[in-house]
């Protein structure tokens, strides 16, 4: 039973993409390792860019210099 958790910043994700991410995942899944669809699990998770840290700095600093 695969649990895959993927994680982006919440920066405007839209449910279409979420939705192509998790039909994808669970697609790669059962291609490549023979996992039943019925069975994976896939989450995804949308972190502020205030929480995620890149280069030892918040992203919404790196963001906010243009890079």
Known sequence: MP??????TREGVSA???RLLIEGTTDLLWQVLGKSPDRTFVV???VDTDNWGVGGEVLTAVRARGK
């Open 3 to 8: 649990y895959v958790n993927i994680r982006v």
């Open 16 to 18: 279409e993409q979420k």
């Open 44 to 46: 995804i998770d949308e």
